[in-house]
């Protein structure tokens, strides 16, 4: 009887958990550049059940397996791309990208899925690089972030929405020379003086992330790399789909209609488990307090 209140209370914890993912993913709907997170359950390992009379000489009979319970084992985001949306603002940025892998058993595009990832016939996974903004937080640290809703201080400095500096593809700080409206930048993501119509010489630093599901969420739209996961980050290339749009930002990717079920859906399974954990406390309660009694 115990076994069963331990797998209800951890199939209660589980679904708190996807909850809490759900109601993350619709608060954040109307966030620039934030992805989608998705929960992984996963049941722990079945146990066979035997019966034993206490003597080494009689055989085992077994009972059948019992599963233990299920587990919120790790959040995966969906590192896919968000809808542009137009601002007509000079620093607001938006970056598409659609960077291909060949497979190199064939030599052919990975024919990615929708959530950015594609499963060989082996098992083996293969996630889509995505690019990303380079930028440096107020203790020093690199982060990356699709969040292209940049400002310019007093000293023409560029930063991201959560003041950290937004980086060059050399990895220094951009600074302007000119005003806002002179600060323009191409599809490559080199800045132009809108006066002279010349190249700054300066890029925006855009990075290339080829695993970025190993990309660790920092709360404020920024991300880090893993490096116990020996995760690794380069500049763009020439020869990369990507493309950056001024006037523009990427809205959250979150597909409403799923988040909203899987809402409701863990609300449900959590007051499953619930009833089930009453329903044992009941028996409990008859087996010390009645059965007890005889």
């Known amino acids: 009887m115990l076994r069963g209140l331990y797998t209800a209370a951890a ?9 809490d993912t759900a109601t993350q ?9 934030y992805k989608q997170v998705n929960t992984v359950k996963r049941s722990f390992p079945e146990m066979l059940i035997t019966l034993t009379g206490g003597d080494a000489n009689l055989p085992t009979k077994r009972l059948g397996r019992l599963n233990s319970g299920v587990f919120a084992e790790e959040s995966l985001s969906m590192n896919v791309q968000g809808t542009l949306m137009e601002t007509k603002r000079n620093s607001d940025f938006a970056i598409s990208s659609n960077l291909i892998v060949n497979d190199p058993q064939t030599g052919q595009p990975i024919p990615f899925d929708a959530s950015g ?10 996630f889509q690089p995505q690019a990303y903004f380079t930028v440096r937080d107020a203790e020093g640290n690199t982060r990356y972030t699709r969040d292209g809703h940049l400002k310019v201080d007093g000293t023409g400095q560029l930063l991201s929405s959560t003041g950290s500096q937004v980086l060059d593809n050399n990895g220094q700080p951009i600074v302007l020379t000119g005003s806002v409206e002179q600060f323009k930048v191409d599809e490559q993501g080199r800045l132009i003086n809108a006066v002279t119509g010349d190249l700054t010489g300066v890029n925006l630093g855009i990075s290339i ?6 990309l660790i969420r920092q709360g404020d739209g920024n991300f880090s790399l893993s490096e ?6 380069r500049m763009m290339a020439a020869a990369d789909n990507v493309q950056i749009h001024q ?9 409403a209609s799923q988040a909203t079920i899987d809402m409701n859906a863990a609300f449900r399974a959590y007051e499953a488990n619930q009833k089930i954990i009453q329903f044992y406390d009941r028996s409990l309660d008859k087996a010390v307090n009645e059965v007890g009694r005889v």
């Open 11 to 19: 199939g209660m914890i589980t679904e708190q958990r996807r909850h």
């Open 25 to 33: 993913n619709i608060v954040n709907m109307n966030t620039t550049g």
């Open 117 to 126: 990832k594609w499963v060989r016939a082996d098992g083996t996974t293969t």
């Open 209 to 214: 992330i080829d695993q970025p599901n190993q």
């Open 228 to 233: 116990e996961e020996g995760a690794t980050a």
């Open 247 to 255: 006037g523009y930002l990427e809205g959250s990717n979150v597909d």
